[in-house]
């Protein structure tokens, strides 16, 4: 079990261990970026490595892209970001503090207001008397506002060159569908992958890595041929997961979100295909098989006022942060609607030709898992911070594939440390390792507990004699003693049985 933390105390323990920082933080730093520090890069790269593993380089149907941030204004326009990625905005009157409209109802009322009309949000905010929390003074009217971040490409600084950076990495598998689907030799169903920065001209940063204006995301789309929608090769690995289910009914009567299995949503229509299922399971399964915590997630349905006009049915996979229930992962079935988007707009034919039906086809997008890196990164940390009363120090319970570095190596005494250097500097090769001799061998191992340094190696007066060393497991702080000869055999064991309780 993990010990509660606010996300605020989370983020004093980034900067205090070197995983995040407030970015440019010399300068005052800038609302909504963050600067990732010596640890925080190994675990976010860790994590990336472990999502485009487990996605793309285990799975014979999906391949992986990466475009480019900056692109053709065009994509932005059919994609309809350019016009109608948009927040409703609440400003004060007086003071003139900008607010978004939908958290600020959902914080003070405690009601869905997630795809609320500008009028509806009007409504609210006067029938409750809800003020600026700065000022306490009246709102203005609701107004919209465009996240898209915009620059010029190239010396003209003119309309003609304007551009956007991307505010999801999703709409380039679109654009390069068919290039790739040519070059692989993909038939249906597949996926395309990619993992990258977006940005979004957020309107209230806040809650640390939660909701920034630059970050990362990991997204998929998943094609199939449209007449197979009920037919997926892959639900019985995952029929007989259990999964915690919030359908828009359950939202709808006030009831409690209910653990099902996923043969059982499926019969009982609350999940209403076989490949949107398997979908959001293996979403799950992934973020269990890296140690999170099972207990804190649950799939939530969109009502049908904050769905996408285009989507057919929308989940997202929830955490429960310390600051509520929020949307870690955005899932929808899309169908046809982007591919259609960008024929028309680009005159384009992108349509493929099925070998077994023998006819073009358009495919269907039949589920866009669309995850944040930023979120994921957060939720690892919650679920691993251990506050160990008994050991006197935070202890960093990461899966050993997630820790930023692999191995710690002491030096009983100093007198040993030429003797110790040598084999750090043979397992660096191998592992993530750092050395440590200063201080006593109790305070190093705190100091490893705290950044979740999965094993540490002492080197003592024996390990001259009998050419061997202590490993001590992080976990369950018991000791063994290896043969210097099988160490590295040893460890890889180890790091790989994910098991740290010997
Ligand atoms: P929200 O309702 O929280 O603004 P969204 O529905 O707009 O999120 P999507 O467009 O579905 O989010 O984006 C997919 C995923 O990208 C999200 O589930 C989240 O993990 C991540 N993400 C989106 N916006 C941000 C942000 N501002 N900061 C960090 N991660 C984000």
């Known amino acids: 079990m993990s010990t509660k933390i606010s996300i605020e105390e989370m983020a004093a323990f980034c900067k205090r261990k070197g995983f995040v920082y407030p970015s440019a933080e010399i300068y005052g730093g800038l609302s909504g970026f963050f600067d990732f520090g010596h640890l925080g890069v190994e675990l976010k790269n860790n994590l990336k490595q472990e999502w485009w593993k487990f996605h793309v380089k285990q799975r014979e149907d999906i391949v992986g892209i990466d475009g480019s941030i900056i692109t053709n204004p065009k994509v932005w326009q059919a994609s309809g970001h350019a016009e109608n990625f948009e927040d409703l905005m609440l400003t004060c009157t007086k003071c003139k503090e900008k607010i978004r409209a939908d958290t600020f109802i959902e914080d003070n009322l405690k009601v869905a207001a997630d795809g609320m009309k500008a009028d509806e949000i009007n409504k609210t905010v006067k029938e409750n008397n809800l003020k600026c929390p700065k000022c306490k003074s009246d709102f203005e009217e609701v107004q919209e506002f465009n996240l898209m971040f915009t620059t010029n490409v190239g010396p003209k600084q003119d309309s003609s060159s304007k551009a956007y950076l991307r505010p999801e990495t999703a709409q380039l598998m679109f654009t390069n569908f068919k290039l790739v689907t040519d070059n692989a030799r993909l038939k249906l169903p597949f996926g395309l992958a990619q993992i990258g920065k977006a940005f979004r001209n957020e309107i209230s940063p806040r809650d640390f890595l939660f909701r920034c204006r630059e970050f990362e995301q990991m997204e998929i789309e998943y094609f199939i041929d449209p007449e197979q929608i009920n037919n997926c090769p892959y639900i019985d690995e995952v029929k007989d997961h259990e999964i915690l289910i919030y359908s828009a009914e359950m939202q709808e009567k006030k009831q409690k979100p209910k653990l099902m299995k996923i043969k059982d949503a499926l019969k009982n229509k609350i999940i209403k295909t076989p490949w949107h299922a398997y979908w959001l399971a293996l979403e799950y399964k992934w973020f269990l098989s890296l140690g999170a915590s099972k207990d804190k997630f649950r799939i939530r349905q969109h009502l049908n006022k904050e769905k996408s006009h285009y989507a057919l049915d929308t989940w997202d996979m929830e955490y429960e942060f310390p600051f509520g229930w929020k949307e870690l992962q955005g899932m929808a079935n899309r169908a046809d609607f982007d591919l259609k988007q960008h024929i028309t707009h680009s005159k ?91 201080g006593s061998i109790g305070r190093r191992y705190a100091r490893a507990d705290e950044i979740g340094i999965p094993l540490c190696i002492t080197f003592d007066f024996d390990s001259l004699k009998d050419k061997s060393v202590t490993i001590r497991s992080r976990d369950s702080t018991k000791q063994i003693r290896v043969k210097i000869e099988n160490l590295k055999e040893n460890i890889t064991g180890l790091l790989n049985n994910k098991k740290l309780d010997f």
């Open 348 to 438: 384009t034919d992108l349509s493929i030709f099925d070998e077994e039906s023998k006819q073009k086809i358009v495919p269907y997008v039949v589920a866009e898992p669309s995850l944040g890196v930023d979120r994921s990164f957060l939720v690892f940390l919650f679920d691993a911070y251990n506050d160990d009363k008994k050991r006197g120090n935070i202890v960093l319970k990461l899966h050993p594939g997630l820790a930023p570095i692999k191995l710690g190596i002491f030096p009983l005494v100093n007198k040993l440390k030429d003797e110790t250097k040598k084999l750090y500097s043979e397992l660096k090769q191998d592992f993530e390792t750092i050395f440590d001799s200063s």
